[in-house]
């Protein structure tokens, strides 16, 4: 396996890990602080969070071939309950991270057809899971620092890449029955 492939297979699991640690966090808040106003680029964590599955599934949709397009965001907050939203987070990630472990060396350099309003965007696939990820971890942060105006303490959300990390995410790995193997063991046949 190249060290490309490699990498984007272990981003694609640590954004899976990220998101379900930012989602537990966000499961045991208190009533109405999920959906209170916030000061950020987006004003509440409900409309944070839905924006990231909205912009996943805009880009992984590009990515398979599809043409969703800006319907992707025509209800700006498909789940405003924060199960269903992590549901459809977890379902997201998963799609992600399925498409990655597919993806061969020659892949990388694939056109993805971005379709937007009025024109179609081609992208290299290599450019467009960058983009996706920094998109991930943009919107993520500032749902981090939103938490930190609410009940409970923000969850750390960078402890997913390096092998010295194995008791931090262990919590997160089993609530999504993962293993180190497959976190940590991405070169394997």
């Known amino acids: 396996m190249s060290d490309a492939i490699r990498f984007i297979r272990k981003l694609a699991l640590a954004n899976m890990l990220a998101n379900d ?3 537990e966090a966000v499961a045991v808040l208190q009533s109405g602080e999920f959906e209170a106003p916030r ?3 987006f004003p509440s964590l409900v ?8 912009i996943d599934w805009f ?7 599809g043409t969703l ?7 700006v907050i498909p789940y405003p309950a924060a199960p269903d939203l992590r549901a459809a987070q977890l379902s997201s990630d998963r799609r992600l991270v399925a498409l990655c472990e597919a993806l061969d060396p ?5 056109a993805v ?6 024109r179609i965007q081609v992208e290299r696939l290599d450019d467009v899971l960058s983009h996706l990820f920094l998109h991930q971890t943009h919107h993520r942060g500032q749902a981090h620092a939103m938490l930190a105006g609410t009940s409970i303490k923000p969850p750390q959300l960078d402890e997913f890449i390096v092998a010295d990390d194995a008791m931090s995410r262990a919590d997160t790995m089993e ?6 193997t497959q976190v940590m063991d991405l070169d394997r046949p």
């Open 175 to 180: 609530r999504l029955g993962l293993t180190e």
């Open 69 to 75: 397009g800006p319907k992707a965001w025509e209800n």
């Open 106 to 110: 020659e892949d990388l350099h694939r």
């Open 21 to 23: 640690r930012l989602h």
């Open 47 to 54: 409309a944070t969070l839905n924006h990231i599955l909205i």
């Open 113 to 118: 057809h971005i379709h937007r309003i009025g």
């Open 59 to 65: 880009y992984i949709d590009a990515i398979e071939g």
């Open 39 to 41: 000061t950020s680029f």
